[in-house]
C-alpha cells in the first residue's frame, strides 16, 4: 500500500482519466517486475549454483601457527604442514580450509600454544622445549645422552610412553598432538669465537638455551654460562655478542644465515628434540566424525614426511656448515664419553625432581624397549637370508 500511494502521488498530475490511470499501474507494475527480477535470479545462482555459497557456507578454516620457515624443501614443520594441508583439503573436497602461518606470524611459539589451549587458534605447530612450559614431562626427551638413533626416539613416541605424553597434552591444555616428529636432529653447540674441543673448552662461554630446564642443565654442566633466549633473538643475540655460542639442532643451523655469526660447531648430539601438531580439542570435536578422521590421517602422513624431512636435512648440515666456512668438530667417543658422565649426573636428579620418579622410570623403561624392538626387527629382517 505505501509503494501505491507514493507511487499515485507522483502520478497525480498527469493521470486523470481511469485509462491513463491504469497504464501508470501497468507501467509501475513492470517497472518494479524489472527490478527484483534479475536480483532474483542472482540471488538463485549464488544460493544454488555448485561450489560458489554451498561450499563457502559449509566451509571450515583451520589456522595452524607455526614457528619454522615457509620453505618446503628446507624445513622440517614446514614440509610436514604442507603434506598435511594437501590432504586435508583434497580428502575433504574442499570443505576443510587449512591456513598456515609460518615463521611466528601469529607470535611467538608460547603464545602460539596459549591461544590454542584458549580455543583462539585451531591448531599450533609447536617443539618440546617451548612444551616443558606447560607439560613438564617434556623435559624427558632433553635427557643427555639418553637417544643412540632417531629410531630410538620414533619407537618411544610411536609406543604406550609416547601416548602417555599426549594425553598429557590433552589434559593440561586441550590439545590433541595430531603427530609426534622431531626438529632438526640431535643437538649440538655453535660458538662465535672459541672453538670447543673439551668439557675445559667451555668454561665461561656465555651459550644460548631454549626454555628446557634439562638443557639449560646440560650446558651448565659442561661449565658454560646458559642464557634463556627465545628463537626469535638467537640471530642478533649472537650478532651482537650478547652471547658467545648457541644450543640448537644440527640441521636448525641452517635455518638462519648463522654462518654471519659462527665459526664453529661441535657436533655433541647431548640431547635429541621434539616437535608436533597440536589441535583444540573442543574445536577438533566441533567437526564432523568424517573430518576427524581425514586430519587424524594427514597427521599421520604429515608425520612421517616431517621425521624423513628433518633427518635429510641433518644428514645434509654438516657438509652444508663446512662449505659456508664454519668449522665443525666431531668429538671422540672418549669426549663424548666424559661430556655424557657429568650431564646425566646433573641433569637427571633435576628431571627426576621436577616430573617425578615414576615419570622418568617409565620414560628409561620404553627406551629400552624401543631398543628391544629395534634388535627384534633387525634380527627378523637378517632371518629372511636364511642360514
Not at 542472482?42 to 571450515?60: K, R
Not at 601416548?163 to 590439545?175: A, I, N
Not at 633466549?229 to 649472537?238: C, Q
Not at 644465515?257 to 664453529?264: A, G, I, M, T
Request: with cysteine; proline share 4%; net charge positive.
Amino acid at each position: 500500500m505505501r509503494i501505491s500511494h507514493a507511487y499515485s502521488l507522483r502520478t497525480e498530475g498527469c493521470a486523470r482519466s481511469g485509462m491513463r490511470h491504469g497504464f501508470q499501474r501497468e507501467r509501475r507494475g513492470t517497472m518494479i517486475y524489472g527490478l527484483w527480477l534479475p536480483a532474483l535470479v542472482i540471488a538463485l545462482v549464488f544460493v544454488l549454483a555448485p561450489g560458489v555459497s554451498q561450499v563457502t557456507a559449509q566451509q571450515v578454516v583451520m589456522k595452524i601457527g607455526d614457528a619454522g620457515p615457509a620453505q618446503i624443501h628446507r624445513h622440517f614443520m614446514a614440509a610436514g604442514s604442507f603434506v598435511f594441508k594437501d590432504y586435508v583439503e583434497r580428502l575433504s573436497g574442499g570443505k576443510i580450509k587449512v591456513e598456515v602461518y609460518p615463521e611466528n606470524q601469529l607470535g611467538p611459539t608460547k603464545a602460539l600454544m596459549e591461544q590454542a589451549k584458549a580455543g583462539v587458534l585451531p591448531a599450533v605447530s609447536t617443539h618440546a622445549s617451548v612444551s616443558t612450559l606447560f607439560v613438564p614431562a617434556m623435559e624427558l626427551i632433553f635427557m643427555p645422552f639418553a637417544f643412540n638413533s632417531p629410531e630410538e626416539a620414533w619407537k618411544l613416541y610411536d609406543g604406550w610412553f609416547g601416548d602417555k605424553l599426549k594425553k598429557e597434552f590433552v589434559d593440561k591444555l586441550g590439545l590433541l598432538p595430531l603427530y609426534f616428529s622431531d626438529n632438526g636432529g640431535g643437538r649440538s653447540i655453535g660458538t662465535r669465537t672459541k672453538p670447543i674441543r673439551s668439557l675445559a673448552d667451555f668454561k665461561g662461554l656465555k651459550i644460548r638455551s631454549p626454555d628446557a630446564v634439562a638443557i639449560e642443565k646440560t650446558l651448565a654442566s659442561f661449565g658454560a654460562a646458559p642464557s634463556k633466549i627465545t628463537w626469535t633473538e638467537v640471530y642478533t643475540s649472537l650478532q651482537t655478542g650478547v652471547v658467545d655460542g648457541t644450543d640448537l639442532g644440527i640441521a636448525v643451523f641452517l635455518y638462519q644465515p648463522f654462518h654471519e655469526v659462527l665459526k664453529h660447531v661441535i657436533v655433541t648430539n647431548h640431547s635429541w628434540d621434539w616437535s608436533a601438531l597440536t589441535v583444540n580439542i573442543k574445536w577438533f570435536k566441533s567437526l564432523s566424525q568424517e573430518h576427524q578422521d581425514i586430519l587424524v590421517m594427514a597427521g599421520r602422513v604429515a608425520e612421517t614426511v616431517s621425521r624423513g624431512m628433518s633427518e635429510t636435512l641433518a644428514a645434509e648440515a654438516i657438509g652444508q656448515l663446512r662449505k659456508q666456512g664454519i668449522e665443525v668438530y666431531t668429538p671422540t667417543v672418549k669426549e663424548r664419553a666424559e661430556l655424557s658422565t657429568v650431564a646425566r649426573a646433573a641433569v637427571e636428579p633435576l628431571i627426576r625432581k621436577k616430573v617425578g620418579d615414576k615419570w622418568t622410570d617409565d620414560f628409561f623403561k620404553a627406551l629400552e624397549e624401543s631398543r628391544a624392538e629395534i634388535r627384534k626387527d633387525r634380527e627378523k629382517l637378517y632371518g629372511m637370508m636364511g642360514k
